[in-house]
């Protein structure tokens, strides 16, 4: 069965520092998402991406992130410069397009911020 | 902004009983509710929905409530069983894709 993949499943990282997170979507889908869940706390929409462009952001998507489909596969999330309250785990998920509204997650990023 | 919220944020059952997991949502405008499921290390995996022109829908031992009245969704488990053992999230949508999740319910299954 398809699946979303992540890479890496976890992330170290200095404060301050650039991060690229990456997700490879299941291949024939068409709208894809990140979200991130902070430790024992709920999931929480960071950005919808279709046609090449972010469809939808939420607040906790400032400047300081970015997302790319750089190739017909990848899909990845990067944030310029990492803070101790991006440390979470950061999910990607892919949908197949209008009219389905599965979305399936990947395993997700751990992203540990010191 | 929309708000999903979930009475119970524990959920204790034996292994064979019928499990309910309750949520409340706030924004009458949502039109799609998801039930997920979140296994340790995990990400959310898809286990049912409802549109909300519908007031039940049934799955392999899982069955979904929505009343619209009181803004509340549902998540029955029928016989359940250790490997049902996650935390168990509600999401609405509402127009656009994304999807806002409520608090989880974390449900145990004793063997």
């Known amino acids: 069965e398809p699946e979303v993949t992540q890479t890496p499943s976890h992330q170290v990282t200095q404060m301050g520092q650039e991060v690229i997170l990456r997700c490879v979507p299941i291949?024939?889908?068409?709208?894809f998402y990140w979200y991130r869940q902070i430790l024992g706390q709920k999931v929480e929409f960071l950005v919808s991406f279709y046609n090449n462009e972010i469809s939808e952001k939420s607040e906790i998507f400032d400047d300081q992130f970015s997302v790319e489909r750089p190739d017909g596969s990848n899909f990845t999330l990067k944030i310029r410069s990492t803070k101790l309250e991006d440390s979470a785990m950061y999910f990607c998920?892919?949908?197949?397009?209008?009219?389905?509204?599965?979305?399936?997650f990947g395993p997700g990023t751990r992203l540990t911020v010191t | 902004g929309e708000s999903v919220g979930l009475h119970l944020p524990t959920l204790s059952v034996q292994e064979g009983d019928n499990s309910i997991i309750n949520c409340a949502y706030s924004n009458s405008a949502s039109d799609y509710f998801i039930w997920y499921k979140q296994e340790s290390g995990k990400g959310p995996q898809f286990i049912i929905d409802i549109r909300s022109n519908m007031d039940k829908r049934q799955g392999q031992r899982v069955t979904v409530l929505l009343n619209k009245t009181v803004k509340h969704l549902s998540l029955q488990i029928a016989a359940t069983q250790p490997g049902d053992s996650a935390v168990y999230f509600c999401?609405?949508?509402?127009?656009?894709?994304?999807?806002?999740f409520g608090t989880g319910t974390r449900l145990t299954v004793i063997p």
């Open positions: 291949s024939n889908h068409l709208y």
């Open positions: 999401a609405e949508q509402t127009g656009a894709n994304n999807l806002f």
């Open positions: 998920a892919s949908q197949m397009g209008a009219g389905t509204y599965e979305q399936y």
